[in-house]
């Protein structure tokens, strides 16, 4: 029997949806004895269970990401920021820094916005179905130390492995152990050409070395940060003290 093209193609459209419900084809065998409205019927049902199952993996994806806040592009002063030649707003909209297993590296003074930027970028990547994790420095340390100390440490960053993003916030803030900074040493390793890392940090690459400990392995950290990374500075008054209490009278 010859379908009509508008029912042909309903029947490729619920093929495809069972593919992605993980289903059988059967949907699609039984449509042989529906009616038009029944497949019409049946194609909703499944359209309406792929939106449910796409809003909650989104809400997880956000969850899991430990963001402290919520922010966006949108509320984002874009003035505070230089972009490399190298980088656009569309690579950072988009996305496509991840895709390409890219790096960023904001620096700059406090309160300019880097934190803002990169929870963010983050979040928008999670609404694209990627998987984001955001940490403190220290915070990313105590983590793996303390996996480390009752034998979880390589779940842990398999767990980093299957991250399309890792967001590293105040990095460089304080002073980090040489086995705290073994350990972000080898996040850094880990994720060389595999996934993409952001970092924030108010000190310049010349100054790491004070707080990883170790010169040799802060120029590899670097190295590996950089080949395939940008650097965007933030340069500009603080938001915190422009909106300071104790600045109004």
Known sequence: MILPKARRERREVIA?????????????????????????????VMAA????????????????????????????????VQLPSTLSWE????????????????????GLGKTHLSIALGMAAC??????????????????????????LE???????????????????LPIDREGAQLLFRVVADSYETRSLILTTNLEFSKWGTVFADDQMTAAMIDRLAHHGHLLIFEGESYRMQHALMKQR
Request: aromatic share 10%; net charge positive; glycine share 8%.
């Open 49 to 80: 269970e792929l939106a449910h199952r796409e809003v909650g993996r989104k809400a997880r994806l956000l969850s899991r990401a430990g963001f402290p806040a919520h922010k966006t592009l949108a509320d984002f002063d874009r003035r505070v």
């Open 91 to 110: 690579d950072l909209e988009r996305g496509t820094f991840i895709l390409d297993h890219r790096n960023l590296v904001f620096y700059g003074g406090v």
């Open 127 to 152: 609404e694209r179905g990627l998987t984001v994790r955001f940490f403190t420095a220290t915070g990313l340390v105590v983590r793996l130390t303390e996996a480390r100390k009752v034998g979880t």
């Open 155 to 173: 779940r842990v960053f398999l767990e980093l492995q299957r991250t399309d993003l890792i967001v590293v916030d105040e990095w460089g803030y």
């Open 16 to 44: 495809s949806y069972c593919k992605r419900l993980s289903w059988s084809q059967t949907a699609v065998a039984l449509c042989e004895q529906a009616t038009p409205m029944q497949e019409v019927f049946l194609e909703q």
